[in-house]
T-cell receptor, first 111, second 114 residues
Framework: QKEVEQNSGPLSVPEGAIASLNCTYS??????FFWYRQYSGKSPELIMF????GDKEDGRFTAQLNKASQYVSLLIRDSQPSDSATYLC???????????FGTGTKLQVIP | NAGVTQTPKFRILKIGQSMTLQCTQD?????MYWYRQDPGMGLKLIYY???????DKGEVPNGYNVSRSTTEDFPLRLELAAPSQTSVYFC?????????????FGPGTRLTVL
């Protein structure tokens, strides 16, 4: 079982819609959870992190964490064509030291 | 404040050659990481360090070595390069302070082994 799993996509949504990206993780002791955006040929950039159960909102982005289900998600409201990118889920484990990434979900926002 | 810098940006190696990928951060972060990213794939952790003098293996350490003699520098050494090591290599540093937790990535090194 992979440590961090994501659907590779592509996930296609129309402009203005809500995009929902999902991620599951295997280590029940994981502590911090991250969402990164990566444009083609560029390095990943952090969108947000979450460490407590529940929702965390930042602008158009909402991260949701459910530790009991070992599930973390990212919602993007009012999706824009500029949101088209690969979204990487990452999980911190091993006493907060190790950060492991999923394979990413490619998002396409259709104008 | 340059953040995380990596050199070189591009490199072509022949099978069996060796090289060192350089990574430097100027943010005084204790945590540093090396990842590789194959085309269309996520990032795989090669090695990480939680402070000067402390390193540990990640998911795919075979064929690589690291050292961390200073807080700023975390070089990655490839010995006896193989075509399977063709990839984009990213270095990252991480800041954990209280509830904040942020990982900053360098621009990457694109390596081809022929």
């Amino acid at each position: 079982q992979k440590e961090v799993e994501q659907n590779s996509g592509p996930l296609s949504v129309p402009e203005g819609a809500i995009a929902s990206l999902n991620c599951t993780y295997s280590d029940r002791g994981s502590q911090s959870f991250f969402w990164y955006r990566q444009y083609s040929g560029k390095s990943p950039e952090l969108i947000m992190f979450i460490y407590s159960n529940g929702d965390k909102e930042d602008g158009r982005f909402t991260a949701q964490l459910n530790k009991a289900s070992q599930y973390v998600s990212l919602l993007i409201r009012d999706s824009q064509p500029s949101d088209s990118a690969t979204y990487l889920c990452a999980v911190s484990s091993g006493g907060y030291q190790k950060v492991t990434f999923g394979t990413g979900t490619k998002l396409q926002v259709i104008p | 404040n340059a953040g995380v810098t990596q050199t070189p940006k591009f490199r072509i190696l022949k099978i069996g050659q060796s090289m060192t990928l350089q990574c430097t951060q100027d943010m005084n972060h204790n945590y540093m990481y090396w990842y590789r990213q194959d085309p269309g794939m996520g990032l795989k952790l090669i090695y990480y360090s939680v402070g000067a003098g402390i390193t540990d293996k990640g998911e795919v350490p075979n064929g690589y070595n690291v050292s961390r003699s200073t807080t700023e520098d975390f070089p990655l050494r490839l010995e006896l390069a193989a075509p399977s090591q063709t990839s984009v290599y990213f270095c990252a540093s991480r800041n954990r302070q209280g509830p904040a937790d942020t990982q900053y990535f360098g621009p990457g090194t694109r390596l081809t082994v022929l």
